[in-house]
C-alpha cells in the first residue's frame, strides 16, 4: 500500500487529467492534424478521442480493482517486480523523452513567434525551474494552482474562437474526405499519439483521490476526457473554417488565427493570449509528467522520499531538451511519427498485459470451486 499525507478531490484529479491531456495540444495539433487529415480533420479527432476514452476505463478498471495502489504497485501485485521492472525501461525512457520534448516545443514557439533573439536554452531552464519547483510542492498545491491557470487557458481559447467568428468559412470543410479514409486514419494516428494515447500515464495518480471521492472519480474523469476531446474538435474545426488549405502548413494555427482578429481598433494583437495558453498549458503539463516520473522511479527503487529525485529528474531532462534534436524538422518528425508508436509500446502495452492478467485471475477464482465444508 502506498502512505501519501496528500489527497485531492476527484474533481481536482479530473482537473489535472483536463490539464494534462489539454496541455499544449489544443495548440499544437490542429496544424498537423489537418495537414494529414485535410477536411477530414474533425472526424480523426473524435477517433482519437473514441480511443482515448477506452484506455481510460482501462486505468479506471485498474485503479477500482486495487484501490490503494498506483500502476507500478498494481503491476508487481499481477505480473511480479522483475517482469514490471523490465517492462518498466521503455516506459522511463518515453517518460524522459516526453518531458524533455515538451520544453522543446515551447522552446520552439518562442522562438518562432514572441522572443525570437532570446535562447532556447535559457527558457528551457526556466521552464525546468519552475515545473520542478511546482511539483516538488505536491500535488495539493498543483490541483489548487492548475484549477485557475487551466479555467483562465480554456476561457481565452474560447474567446478567442468567438471574436474569430467574422473570418470562419463553413464551405472549407467540403469536400468531407476528399482523398477517402485513409487521410482521416492518419490524423487520428497523429491525434491519438498526441494527447490521447499518454492518459495510460494517470494510472499513477489515482490513489491521491480522497477515499469519500473514489464514487464518483469515474464520472468526473470521463468528463475531463470529454471536455478535452471537445476544446480540441473546436480548435480544429475553427481552423479549417478560418485558414481553408493553409490550415495544414500553418504552425501554431491557432496563434495565427487569433493574429486575424481586428474590432474597430479596440481587440487586436489578441495572439498573446493564445500565447499565454500554451505557455500555461506546457507548463502544467511539464509539471504533472515531472511529478509522474519521479513517483514512478520512486516506487521502482523503493525509496521513502517521494521529493528526492524531482531535481536531479529536472536536470537530466533540461540536458536532453537541448541535445536530442539538431533541428525543429527533426523535433516535430519525432512527435507526429514516432511519439504515436512509442507510446503504444512503452504505456499502453503494459497497460494492457497487466489489465489482461488482472481479469484473468479474476476469472480463474471466480470460476474456482469452493472448498468442501470439513466433517
Known sequence: MMKKSE????????MLFLAYGTGSAVINIPAPLTGAARNGAWISVLLACAAGLLLLFACLYLYRANPGL?????????????LTLILAIPYLCAVFWMLAAIVIDIGIFFKSTMMKQTSADLIHTLFFVLAALTARAGIEVMARMFV????????????VLLMAAPHYHPYFLLPLMPDGIKP????????YGFPFAEASLFAMMLPYVRNQDKHVLGKHMVWALLVNGVTLLASVLCSIMTEGPLAGHMKFSLFQLARLIYIQEIFERVESVIGFSLIAGSY???TIVLFILSKTLTRLAKLQDDRILIYPI????????????RNETEFIEGVNVIWPLLNNIAFN???ILVLTVTLFKRNWRKGR???????
Open 7 to 14: 489527497t485531492v478531490s476527484s474533481f481536482q484529479m479530473a
Open 70 to 82: 498506483d500502476f507500478i504497485e498494481h503491476s508487481e501485485k499481477t505480473i511480479g517486480r522483475w
Open 148 to 159: 485557475l491557470l487551466l479555467l483562465s487557458m480554456i476561457g481565452f481559447i474560447m474567446i
Open 184 to 191: 482521416v486514419l492518419h490524423g487520428a494516428y497523429i491525434a
Open 284 to 286: 502544467m503539463k511539464a
Open 314 to 325: 529536472a536536470l537530466a531532462c533540461l540536458l536532453l531538451s537541448v541535445t536530442m534534436y
Open 349 to 351: 502495452v503494459p497497460l
Open 369 to 375: 470451486p469452493s472448498p468442501a465444508p470439513s466433517p
